[in-house]
């Protein structure tokens, strides 16, 4: 493609899809290179997905496999990295911000793969990190997203998913879902997954007291809060904390110790839990104050009791 405003080079490719599985999406012991897919805002849906459905139907069938690269959208490809030599091109540390799904069906379906069928590519050169996330925004706009869904690409939301990642082991280890059905398949309890939305509920119940805007009025919680809960300043715990003390909730729902219908009142709990554990007065969401106050709602609830556990 012709020079384009922040994008060093940029590439639009049609190849062999056998050779596509094999030289970008297969590592050297034949496994699917999951970490490629690490900036795209939804994860594999799985083979059952109506849409991934019709990518197997179609490459099962010889007549439509051959209508491949105009059938399907095709995939985007972005590296900080791209070389040519002759007609080959060579990428390093390359993401498929958009065709995740594409990728895995022809990963499901490699073995159906022949020299006729063919993938279409964007392939794009650039090091700019608001370019990077335009470009995941636009190539996944075609298809429903939701808005939430791209608070996945902020900084703040990928220390979060690390924090997370810090207890494991620990009897509270919880999940936290950067990316839409990131833990399906994974034998991973859904109680213990948090995604970015309900993590943000969570926060602004406890944290920003609205539990009714997470109740009732999600959109203009966002709308409010989405800058001071999802600041680059705002501190991982807050959200480990908040979710910690819903996910125990759910447990003491769950063995009966509350009733049922209490569950209803959870976001308006959350604030009443905070109060009573760690104080009524609380920090702000960037504080060093608040990493004691959050570390006194873990310690409260880091351990379940004996009758306390997954249902």
Not at 51 to 61: A, G, H, P
Request: positive net charge; aromatic residues 10%.
């Amino acid at each position: 493609l012709p020079p384009i405003n922040g994008i060093d080079e940029a590439y639009l490719v049609i190849i062999k899809a056998r050779d596509f599985v094999r030289n970008l999406l297969v590592s050297e012991d034949g496994n699917l290179r999951s970490h490629i897919f690490e900036e795209n805002v939804r994860a594999f849906l799985g083979t059952d997905n109506p849409v991934n459905k019709s990518i197997t139907e179609t490459l099962s069938n010889a007549d439509s496999a051959t209508r491949f690269p105009v059938l399907n959208n095709g995939i985007t490809v972005v590296s900080p990295d791209v070389r040519v030599q002759g007609s080959n091109l060579h990428l390093e540390n390359f993401q498929i911000v958009n065709g995740c799904q594409t990728s895995n069906m022809l990963y499901q379906n490699k073995d159906k793969l022949d020299d006729s069928i063919m993938v279409g590519l964007k392939v794009v050169e650039t090091q700019n990190e608001n370019v990077f996330s335009d470009l995941v925004r636009a190539t996944n706009s075609q298809t429903k997203i939701e808005e939430t869904q791209f608070l996945s690409l902020r900084p703040i939301v990928k220390r979060i998913e690390a924090y997370f990642n810090t207890y494991e082991g620990q009897d509270g280890r919880l999940y936290f879902e950067r990316r839409d059905r990131q833990y399906v398949g994974r034998d991973i309890p859904v109680i213990r997954t948090f995604s970015v939305n309900i993590a943000a509920k969570c926060v602004a119940s406890m944290f920003l007291r609205r539990p009714d805007l997470a109740y009732r009025y999600p959109k203009r919680m966002y709308e409010l809060f989405s800058e001071e809960i999802f600041s680059d300043n705002t501190k991982e715990v807050v959200f480990y904390a908040s979710c910690l003390s819903l996910y125990r909730l759910h447990l003491l729902v769950a063995s009966a110790d509350i009733p049922q219908n209490m569950r209803k009142f959870k976001w308006h709990i959350l604030v009443l839990v905070g109060a009573i554990v760690a104080g009524k007065k609380i920090p702000k969401l960037n504080s060093r104050s608040m990493e004691s106050y959050c570390q006194k709602i873990i310690r409260a609830f880091a351990k379940s009791g004996s009758s306390v556990v997954d249902p």
